[in-house]
């Protein structure tokens, strides 16, 4: 099983990322798919989660109107769009695969700063 970020990177205030996670060695399509994020000394937070058909999506208060989560299915990819960033979103993003097991990748680091 593997789960592979990309996309992050130093964003000045304002700015947008994208988030990319490729899946492999599971069943990408029965698995729902969501985005963590973590800061230097604080609690890993739940940021947007996708159903397995996208379907369903919920987004953290913090995010909405700002993230946009999508997938891909055939493609075995999960996005993250990440607009009007923030100082705050500065964490290390993880995506993760969950059903009756739960997969997590590696994280890529988010940088919001002037």
């Known amino acids: 099983v593997q789960l592979v970020e990309s996309g992050g990177g130093l964003v000045q205030p304002g700015g947008s990322l994208r988030l990319s996670c490729v899946a492999s060695?599971?069943?990408?399509?029965?698995?729902?798919m969501s985005w963590y994020r973590q800061a230097p000394e604080n609690e890993r937070e739940l940021v947007a989660t996708?159903?397995?058909?996208?379907?369903?999506?919920n987004y953290a208060d913090s995010v909405k109107g700002r993230f946009i989560i999508s997938r891909d299915n055939a493609k075995n990819t999960v996005t993250l769009q990440m607009n009007s960033l923030k100082p705050e979103d500065t964490a290390v993003y993880y995506c993760?695969?969950?059903?009756?097991?739960?997969?997590w990748g590696q994280g890529t680091q988010v940088t919001v700063s002037s």
């Open positions: 996708i159903s397995n058909t996208g379907g369903r999506i």
């Open positions: 060695g599971f069943t990408f399509t029965a698995y729902s």
């Open positions: 993760k695969a969950h059903l009756w097991a739960a997969y």
